[in-house]
């Protein structure tokens, strides 16, 4: 296993935060949407590899996002994602990075 530099809340945070800003970045500019759910898609294998580092965190992600992150499904999900049309990827994303979304009550879990 390569040594870690950062420690993994942080690590973790930056990443869902990083994603929740590219999708943020697709709520507000339609023009930009497909570019930047790709984006935030490309987190996920790095915040899915980090997230094995604590199997707490990990089932929580997990439960909590399931298709999201899930390895198998995830390039999927977030390819559908990204094709919703407006008002089901408005729905979608709020759902996701609302002040009560799912990657709000994730960042509880992280700290």
Known sequence: MTPRRTEFAAFVLDLVDFIEEK????????????AAISEAADAV???????????????NFILVLGNMV???YAEDWWDDFG???????EDAAQDLVGPEGRLAILRKVVV
């Open 23 to 34: 999708v943020g970045e697709a709520i507000h500019d339609e023009s930009v949407r497909a």
């Open 45 to 59: 294998p790095v915040l899915r590899d980090r997230l094995r580092a604590n199997d707490v965190v990990n089932a």
């Open 70 to 72: 899930e390895a198998r």
């Open 83 to 89: 094709r919703l049309d407006r008002h089901r990827f």
